[in-house]
Every structure is written in C-alpha cells, then in structure tokens.
C-alpha cells in the first residue's frame, strides 16, 4: 500500500519493524483497551500527507468532476477553484486561477494523475 502521509510513514518504519505494534495490538488485545492507533495514523496523515495525495473530500469531487468532465469546458468557476485549490495544496504552489485556457488544461491533467493514482 502506497504511503499516504506521516501516520503510514511511522507504521511502516517504526512501528512495525521495531516490534512496537505488535506489543501494542498483544496489550490491547488482553486488556480489552482499544490502542486507537488506527485513529492517531488517520490524523497523522491528514495533517501531514505526502506530497501527491488527495484527501477523501478532494478524490469524491474529483470523481463527480472528471465523470461530467468534457475535456473542454468547466460548468462554473467554483470548479475552477476548486480544481486549482486541490492542485495547489498536493503540490505546495500557490497558483492563481486564471483564464489562460492552456495553463488551466496542465493543471486539470496533473489533478487528473492525482486522481487516478488515488
């Protein structure tokens, strides 16, 4: 499974080659005391993704968005937005919507590999 954030990032080069989540799952499972690590990974994630990764939210507009998607023209500029909002975060730029029809297709595209690796 390819690593979404900070949270996986501990879980695959700490945690479990040191031995630690296993001791952890053992002392949960006799004490009957959930280790709510599954929790803290899916925050750590979120608060620190990786480079290229899509939130939940962000993946479920991007569906509704490329299955309406005609290659050619955006419905409204809150899809616009929200297509450069996305681009913009995953790949730390600070680009500006804008009406450059070609600069607006590279974004599209690089959003569309996000989602698609998703």
């Given amino acids: 499974m390819k690593s979404k954030g900070l949270g996986d990032n501990i879980e695959k080069y700490i945690t479990k080659p ?7 799952d053992k002392v949960s499972e006799i004490t009957g005391v959930p280790c709510n690590c599954e929790g803290r990974k899916t ?4 608060w620190w993704p990786n480079k290229g990764n899509l939130y939940q939210q962000e993946f479920e507009f991007l569906e509704l968005f490329f299955g309406t998607y005609n290659g050619k023209n955006l419905k ?4 616009r937005d929200m297509i450069y909002k996305i681009y913009n975060r995953v790949n730390k730029q600070k680009d500006k919507p804008s009406s450059c029809t070609k600069c607006l297709k590279n974004i599209i ?3 569309r590999q996000l989602y698609i690796e998703y």
């Fill in 18 to 24: 040191l031995g630690i989540k296993a001791v952890v």
């Fill in 43 to 46: 925050k750590l994630n979120k």
């Fill in 76 to 79: 409204n500029f809150e899809e």
């Fill in 109 to 111: 595209e690089n959003v």
